[in-house]
């Protein structure tokens, strides 16, 4: 068995160090103060390594086990009323000082996104009897948290430097809910903002231009009907899968003398120059949750009262109640064009942009809408 | 000293967990020594982040379980009724006049998907409406398994841009807008099949021209039966039924062609057909393939069937508004007649 | 067992005489009833051969189908044998399951048309889907043929 020993400054905490000073006496000339010995058994890759993706140092923790002191009902009642009246003021208006300027949407503008419950999916016609599928989206309860201006973006670790100074980071939540299951730091990052602490938060890469005043409330008329987005959100966790299900592999024979051998993999690759396992190799594994984005949907109809987008097309990851970013596409071919440009809720949709109320239902043009009766009746005669 | 520390030392070990602490024991005798010169013993000092750290027992769980990247659809609606929350509309019930007890096999595709996972009630209540006012639209009658009916499309290619297609409603299904039913008829000795979908804008109007039930819930065992028990004249006109008199079952039975048939009937226990003559190789196959415990499988049922208040509440919000479409269908109509 | 049966042919019913004359008695393409190759067709027309064909109860096969996925839809143009000759045909009906408002028929129904896509009958005596009307192209020829849309 090799071994080798490994020299470490400062002091370890009791549970990690199996073989702590196994061999203390050829080490004497070291100070103790400075110098801990310890001796590992030589093993090539740990069991389970925290990677930076997991966990990382400047994030909060967010959930807290803490609880409170033994309430009876009617103090819990009250305690509960006095969080809601906290936030109801701040609701009305979150706006502390005064508000940003407002510019227009220009060609090089990336506004902020909204985030978003995967509903389910429907199936929806087009004027002339085509059905296609549409994928329902809601904006529940979305306010901004925070802007980062870019020179201070640009200090963060997360910074890719190919962007330079061009983006921001404009961070948005989703979901209010009670104080007192956050942890304390959590619950500071909201203070600014003045809202109620999220369930869920993300954050959007945002040109200066449209940065957003932390504390307002985003809602569904930030997108206009017929505008294309792009929809990220996790896929359906499977859990750890066989190569069959994961992978599409063929697998074994059912009868003819295999035994246990059904759902394995075959070979695992050649000999010669090519042997041993390459990486990459498809094995058996965790299977879903990963990051999926889904480019170019169409918006095809919103309800504004439920704040509903309905999105063109099936893909949007994960099941039902999902969370998914939704945001302004990427893609060079879709992007709006000059007449649309100038109508766009420029940095997000305010009550007061609009004169008259909005209509309930907006559909694009090819919908076919189950109000309008007369609508097949004129198909037919064209 | 040393074993003054030691001492504090094991005090101190008895929060951690139990497989450490023979561990710790082991290691006493030279720890103490260790420990005696560094950081404060009662609180030995919390990592900060390293890259490879050995995880506790319950952290690696954590990490290993499934992760939720979504929420129970009863979360999502607490939070939707949360006073926290603004800016969104509640879905409201309705209350009043509750639906007849069996208006779920008048409007069965008006009920949800079973599967929890599935549900969510604003969708359901936005595609409900989306159905309603459809119906508001046309009428589509009531209608089960087993009536005669005529369905009109429109059809860009035929010269009258309508297509008007006559039969025997084998199949009903699907929920929600995709809601579909089957009709069957023999044209030109030839058995024809046509699919429509209740909510297509293609569908000009639906007609019952006999309303009645068969024995069995799909019919597509007509397809091997004499041509006669699915053959119905185009030319047919409607049956009026007298008002609130119950729908008729026919009880017919059909006489099945021999074999080869499309699918082994013989397993299906269907009523509506005369008694097989069996041979040993199909009894058998019933044998193997029938499922009696299927009867006294509560939780099986449980999970097909949706929750009974919801059913109900579901039920008298769709009875409601379709009365309410009946009524004015009924005015305008009148209207229609004082003019003339 | 098949060669004693086919000479006596004309003392049996079709379809005993269908098992006996195919090589073997069950259908290849039972469960999707998919237009592939050495699928049994209908000949819905009155062209002579397709009715010599009937007399003596031997189905054209299906032998290829002019797509890239080789699997027929509605209107799609096939070649098939029939009394070991090679015909090309347009398929007019099909047992499988159809879209919405698109009719789906009993048997798999073939018309017989010759190289330049003209058919060889004069007569159609099964309803037509009447979604064929809109595809164009030789189908046209084909649907003046008939007689009933569906």
């Given at each position: 068995m090799a071994s080798r020993t490994v020299l470490t400054l400062g002091a370890r905490p009791l549970g990690l160090s199996h073989n702590l000073c196994g061999n203390l006496t050829t080490l004497t000339g070291l100070e103790w103060s400075s110098v801990c010995v310890q001796q590992v058994r030589y093993r090539r890759f740990p069991k389970f390594v925290v990677r930076p993706t997991t966990r990382r140092p400047w994030h909060v923790r967010k959930w807290t086990e803490k609880k409170d002191e033994f309430l009876d009902k009617s103090n819990e009642q009250f305690v509960r009323e006095v969080i809601a009246d906290k936030y109801a003021k701040t609701s009305s208006s979150p706006l502390k000082d005064g508000p940003w300027e407002r510019n227009p949407y220009l060609r090089g503008t990336r506004r902020s996104g909204v985030l978003a419950l995967k509903l389910g999916t429907l199936i929806h016609w087009k004027k002339d009897g085509t059905p296609f599928t549409v994928t329902v989206l809601q904006v529940l309860d979305?306010?901004?948290i925070n802007y980062v201006p870019p020179e201070v973006y640009a200090t963060y670790p997360s910074h890719c430097p190919h962007q330079g100074l061009r983006f921001g980071l404009q961070v948005v939540g989703s979901l209010s809910c009670d104080p007192r299951q956050f942890s304390k730091p959590y619950n500071n990052l909201f203070v600014k903002a003045g809202v109620p602490p999220k369930r869920w938060l993300t954050r959007f890469l945002v040109t200066p231009d449209a940065a957003i005043q932390p504390g307002t409330a985003l809602n569904v008329n930030h997108f206009k009907v017929g505008d294309y987005v792009d929809t990220q959100g996790r896929t359906r966790d499977y859990g750890f899968q066989g190569v069959i299900k994961r992978w599409g592999m063929k697998g074994m024979p059912k009868s003819h003398g295999t035994t246990k051998s059904e759902r394995k993999m075959g070979a695992t690759g050649g000999g010669g120059?090519?042997?041993?396992i390459w990486k990459g190799k498809r094995m058996p594994g965790m299977m879903g949750n990963y990051l999926r984005t889904m480019y170019g949907l169409q918006i095809c109809r919103i309800n504004t009262r439920y704040n509903l987008l309905y999105v063109a097309g099936v893909g949007v990851p994960g099941l039902p109640h999902t969370f998914i970013r939704v945001s302004d596409t990427v893609l060079p071919r879709k992007q709006r064009t000059e007449d649309q440009m100038s109508s766009v809720a420029m940095p997000t949709w305010f009550e007061e942009d609009e004169e008259d109320p909005l209509p309930e239902e907006m559909f694009v043009d090819d919908v076919f809408q189950f109000t309008e009766p007369s609508l097949e009746l004129e198909a037919e005669e064209s | 000293m040393a074993a003054s520390i030691a001492q504090i030392c094991v005090k101190n070990i008895r929060s951690f967990p139990l497989r450490q602490i023979d561990l710790v024991y082991q290691q006493t005798s030279c720890v103490c020594a260790f420990f005696s010169t560094s950081s404060p013993l009662s609180q030995p000092k919390k990592l900060k982040h390293v890259i490879n750290y050995q995880r506790t027992h319950a952290e690696v769980a954590r990490a290993l379980r499934k992760k939720q990247n979504f929420l129970h659809h009863e979360m999502v609606d607490k939070h939707r009724a949360s006073p926290l929350q603004s800016g969104t509309e509640q879905v409201s019930e309705k209350t009043g006049e509750a639906a007849p007890r069996d208006y779920r096999f008048v409007m069965p595709e008006f009920l949800p998907n079973p599967d929890f996972r599935y549900r969510d009630k604003i969708l359901e209540k936005m595609e409900r409406q989306d159905m309603l006012r459809r119906r508001a639209v046309i009428d589509i009658p009531e209608f089960y398994v087993g009536s005669i009916m005529a369905v009109t499309v429109s059809d860009p290619h035929s010269p009258g841009k309508t297509n008007r297609f006559v039969g025997i409603c084998i199949d009903r299904g699907g929920r929600g807008l995709q809601a579909y039913f089957v009709l069957r008829n023999v044209v030109d000795g030839l058995g024809v099949e046509v699919m429509y979908e209740m909510?297509?804008?293609?569908?000009?109007s639906i007609q019952v021209l006999k309303l009645e039930k068969r024995l069995d819930e799909q019919l597509y065992y007509l397809r091997n039966a004499p041509l006669e028990h699915s053959t119905f004249s185009f030319d047919m006109q409607p049956v009026t039924l007298p008002r609130d008199a119950p729908v008729p079952v026919n009880t017919t039975k059909v006489k099945l062609n021999p074999k080869p048939w499309e699918y082994r009937w013989e397993r299906f226990n269907l009523k509506g057909i005369e008694p097989l003559e069996l041979t040993p190789k199909m009894e058998k196959g019933i044998k193997a393939h029938a499922k009696p415990w299927e009867d006294y499988d509560l939780m099986l049922k449980y999970r097909q069937k949706v929750n009974e208040d919801e059913e109900k509440s579901i039920m008298t919000e769709v009875f409601q508004e379709n009365t309410r479409i009946e009524g004015e269908r009924k005015s305008s109509r009148a209207v229609l007649r004082r003019k003339k | 067992m098949a060669l004693s049966m086919s000479s006596l042919s004309s003392q049996v019913a079709p379809i005993a005489l269908r098992v006996a004359t195919t090589c073997c008695c069950f259908s290849t393409s039972k469960t999707h009833y998919e237009i592939r190759n050495l699928a049994r067709m209908r000949i819905v027309d009155n062209s002579a051969i397709g009715k010599a064909a009937a007399e003596i109860g031997k189905p054209p096969r299906v032998i290829h189908v002019y797509n890239k996925k080789n699997i027929g839809h509605l209107g799609d143009k096939v070649l098939v044998t029939v009394k070991g000759e090679m015909r090309r045909a347009y398929i007019v009906g099909l047992k499988q399951k159809q879209k919405a408002n698109v009719p789906r028929m009993d048997t798999n129904n073939i018309v017989l048309v010759d190289d330049n896509g003209n058919p060889l009958g004069n007569r159609i005596h099964v309803p037509i889907p009447s979604c064929l009307r809109g595809k164009g192209g030789d189908l046209t020829k084909i649907l003046s043929l008939a007689t009933k849309f569906v």
């Open positions: 979305n306010h901004v120059d090519k042997d041993g | 909510y297509n804008p293609t569908v000009h | -």
